[in-house]
């Protein structure tokens, strides 16, 4: 019943930034986690950034220090800040929520010179 449509992506230059957003909408059920994850071609789709309500955020440690996830909850919206840009960040991004049962569109981030 949940819908998620990730926006932001784009082509920025190595040492770049990207703010990218997740507008969620129908029923979202309370949870402990929400965040963001990360496919690069032939690659499996990895963890890059979870809330957790509680907790607060936790990183992967390949963007731990660069990105900042972010959530507002009254237009439920979650943010990935990306600052300090690699190529190797190059993937489509996804986000997550409570209630997701099946992944958005992903937006593309090509990190490029």
């Known amino acids: 019943q949940v819908q998620l449509v990730e926006s932001g992506g784009g082509l920025v230059q190595p040492g770049g930034s990207l703010r990218l957003s997740c507008v969620a909408s129908?029923?979202?059920?309370?949870?402990?986690?929400m965040g963001w994850y990360r496919q690069a071609p032939g690659k499996e789709r990895e963890t890059v950034a979870v809330f957790s309500n509680g907790l607060g955020p936790h990183y992967a440690e390949a963007v731990k220090g660069r990105f900042t996830i972010s959530v507002d909850n009254a237009k439920k919206t979650m943010f990935l800040q990306m600052t300090e840009l690699k190529v190797e960040d190059t993937a489509v991004y996804y986000c997550?929520?409570?209630?997701?049962?099946?992944w958005g569109q992903g937006t593309q981030v090509t990190v490029s010179s």
């Open positions: 129908g029923n979202i059920f309370s949870g402990y986690y």
């Open positions: 997550s929520v409570p209630g997701m049962s099946s």
